[in-house]
């Protein structure tokens, strides 16, 4: 059940942006309601990272299997002040929630297969090779992009409908869990909307990019 919180991060302070251009702001105001949106949406055992990460290449552990899609656009880079400044912001939330920053996990030696086994059964198999007998997951958070258009038109045709009213933003989400019977990858496009008459984002769809397990 989630926490009983006030949702206040659409609220946010204008100290520390006073060096931020007014798109720059934007940003940080919309990446901290999304990042909450996705990361209540993800309130599961593990670990979040506040680091807005789009790069699927920087995420290790890597196993073998299909490289990531990228949601490439022409917007402009970030600046550095901005990025610190999502970064306080997503630490507020995550420490609101009560959800655990942490980094990426290394282990080189687990094979990559489902990991829906949480810990060995009594008396049957011992963990794997290389792999911790304690399941963990991890999840990213990229920033938000206006719209639906960067998802791939074959991935969007699984859901048919236009998201062409009210204000939509698509986000890249990469998670991945490891435990004793192996470890697995996945990156999703989710897209969240907020219609006029509401306030807050909702989580209105989740594309399967691509994965490794």
Known sequence: ML?????????????????????ERELVHTDAEVFEAVARSELVVGMEDSRPEDDTSTLPPKPAGPA???????SMPASS???NRIQTERRAVLQRLGVEEGGPFVFPDCEGVRT????????????????P???RRYVTIGLPRRGVGLIPENVRKTDPRSFD?????????????????????????????REPDREGFTLAARFLLTWAE
Request: net charge negative.
């Open 81 to 83: 002040a901005a990025i």
């Open 68 to 74: 990531g899609i990228p949601l490439d656009d022409d």
């Open 3 to 23: 926490p009983s919180l006030a949702l206040g991060v659409a609220l946010l302070s204008t100290e520390g942006c006073d060096n931020l251009s007014t798109s």
């Open 165 to 193: 009213t009210g204000e939509v933003w698509t986000v890249l989400v990469t998670e991945t869990s490891i435990g004793s019977g192996g470890q697995d990858w996945k990156q999703y496009a989710s897209v969240l909307t």
């Open 116 to 131: 829906a086994e949480t810990e060995p059964k009594s008396g049957v198999t011992s963990p794997r090779a290389g792999c």
């Open 133 to 135: 007998t304690q399941w």
